[in-house]
């Protein structure tokens, strides 16, 4: 079964600084990838997803995010973040083929410092 | 632009009452889903449906039914409230593209208070 770790629960930073927000994933068949990002009040939306291909994925806003198969990770970047980049971050996973469903992370609380 | 609608932002609801919540999404997608979010827990998926009248368990289907009469609406049962389904409750849709690949969309959620 598939499942995904988000190691931060919350991580503070302030504006203009890098951001890495840590995703691990664990699955025996091969994946795919996604970050959604919920501003306060909102639903999710798809900030980039990793299907197949390079593994530098480039998503909405700046950030970007790696697929490392070996370290089973997709952690997301931001070179310098902006105040209205707070928000929570979900990594998800899914196993290709079929009605698998998605797994969601337990989410990362992203605070900008001004 | 996908729109994905909830039927209410806040609800408020006593114990032992049955509750609604509506979800209709505008773009002819097969695939439907309801979700609660809870702090620390992230979403936890309680039912999806891949057409109309089909649907399928989540992890957390339990005191939870579901109704899909037609392909842009899913609506989510509680048969009898308890507190502890007082939660973010979030629906969500996406097409079909083949594997898994799809994208979901998501309504901006139901608040449910249960007293």
């Known amino acids: 079964a598939q499942s995904v770790t988000q190691l931060d629960s919350q991580v503070p930073v302030f504006e203009e600084a890098p951001v890495e927000l840590r995703c691990n994933y664990s699955?025996?068949?091969?994946?795919?990838l996604f970050w959604y990002v919920q501003y306060p009040n909102q639903g999710l939306q798809l900030l980039l997803k990793y299907l197949s291909g390079s593994t530098l994925v480039k998503g909405i806003n700046g950030f970007e995010a790696e697929f490392n198969k070996s370290q089973t990770s997709f952690h997301l970047r931001k070179p310098s973040v902006h105040i209205s980049d707070t928000a929570e971050y979900f990594c998800?996973?899914?196993?290709?083929?079929?009605?698998?469903?998605?797994?969601f992370g337990t989410g990362t609380k992203l605070q900008v410092i001004p | 632009d996908v729109k994905v609608t909830q039927s209410s932002r806040y609800l408020v609801k006593r114990t032992g009452e049955k509750v609604f919540l509506e979800c209709v999404q505008d773009m002819d997608h097969e695939n439907m889903f309801w979700y609660r979010q809870d702090p620390g827990l992230g979403l936890r998926l309680i039912y999806f449906?891949?057409?109309?009248?089909?649907?399928e368990k989540g992890d957390i289907p339990e005191g939870y039914s579901v109704s899909r009469e037609k392909k842009e609406r899913f609506s989510l049962i509680l048969e009898s409230a308890s507190t502890n389904q007082t939660s973010m409750y979030l629906c969500?849709?996406?097409?079909?593209?083949?594997?898994?690949?799809?994208?979901?969309?998501f309504g901006p959620g139901t608040r449910l208070l249960v007293l």
């Open positions: 699955s025996s068949v091969s994946v795919y």
């Open positions: 969500a849709s996406s097409f079909v593209a083949g594997g898994g690949q799809e994208t979901q969309y």
């Open positions: 449906s891949y057409d109309v009248k089909m649907k």
């Open positions: 998800a996973v899914r196993e290709s083929g079929g009605y698998q469903k998605v797994t």
